[in-house]
Nanobody
Framework: VQLVESGGGVVQAGVSLRLSCTAS????????MTWYRQGPGKQRELVAN???????NYADSVKGRFTISRDNAKNTVYLEMNSLKPEDTAVYYC????????????????????WGNGTLVTVSS
């Protein structure tokens, strides 16, 4: 099982960027998917998450600018980032709580968290 993020890059303030994260492997079910970020010299923070039913939650700092969505058929979660600011500069990590095969009974029957390696977003002023 693995998660692969894509879509990061260097952009100017005010523009938009869309991140993608796709899960692959022996997956039974993806429960919820989350985007985190870690800026330079900062702790990792939750950006947004989405349940399998589509319920979403956002950090106050991105509300109204970022939109999380998912395509269950593609095992993919997206993060649409608009009106980017320099303070959005960070490594963005995808996490998914998934029921999967080969990771023990807890993973098989309840779900455990898997993480991607991250994608860097740099916003210049």
């Amino acid at each position: 099982v693995q998660l692969v993020e894509s879509g990061g890059g260097v952009v100017q303030a005010g523009v938009s960027l869309r991140l993608s994260c796709t899960a692959s492997g022996s997956i039974f079910k993806i429960n919820y998917m989350t985007w985190y970020r870690q800026g330079p010299g900062k702790q990792r923070e939750l950006v947004a998450n989405i349940t399998d039913g589509g319920r979403t939650n956002y950090a106050d700092s991105v509300k109204g600018r970022f939109t999380i969505s998912r395509d269950n058929a593609k095992n993919t979660v997206y993060l649409e980032m608009n009106s980017l600011k320099p303070e959005d500069t960070a490594v963005y990590y995808c996490s998914a709580n998934m029921r999967a095969d080969g990771w023990g009974d807890r993973a098989r029957y309840y779900g455990i968290d898997f993480w991607g390696n991250g994608t860097l977003v740099t916003v210049s002023s």
